[in-house]
């Protein structure tokens, strides 16, 4: 895996760093046609759960740009805990629900 890579789809382009530490770097942006002619701010922060961490995004008309830290491991929600090396998470639905 490495460790920065550019990751680029049809409208979108996006720096990702990591992981170190269980932890990662997306920074990017791109076009959306949810947002046409808006403007939107979203910024974000947990400290469990599924890409825990630090998310911010700015949506002016259709341009969109993010920041986001996140944990890239997956919370286990019967444990209430990220899931430790080795451990599988199962995934036939969300088990939160």
Do not use: I
Not at 9 to 23: D, E, N, Q, S
Not at 25 to 54: C, I, M, P, Q, Y
Not at 62 to 82: I, P
Request: aromatic share 16%.
């Amino acid at each position: 895996m490495k460790l920065v890579r550019l990751v680029k789809w049809a409208k979108t382009l996006y720096l990702h760093v990591g992981p170190v530490f269980h932890k990662s770097l997306e920074v990017g942006g791109g076009f959306v046609s949810w947002n046409r002619g808006g403007f939107n701010f979203t910024l974000k922060f947990s400290t469990h759960g599924d890409h825990a961490g630090w998310t911010s995004n700015v949506c002016v008309g259709s341009l969109l740009l993010e920041l986001n830290v996140h944990d890239t491991r997956h919370w286990n929600w019967q444990e209430k805990r990220f899931y430790r090396d080795g451990e599988e998470p199962g995934f036939e639905g969300y088990p939160h629900e």
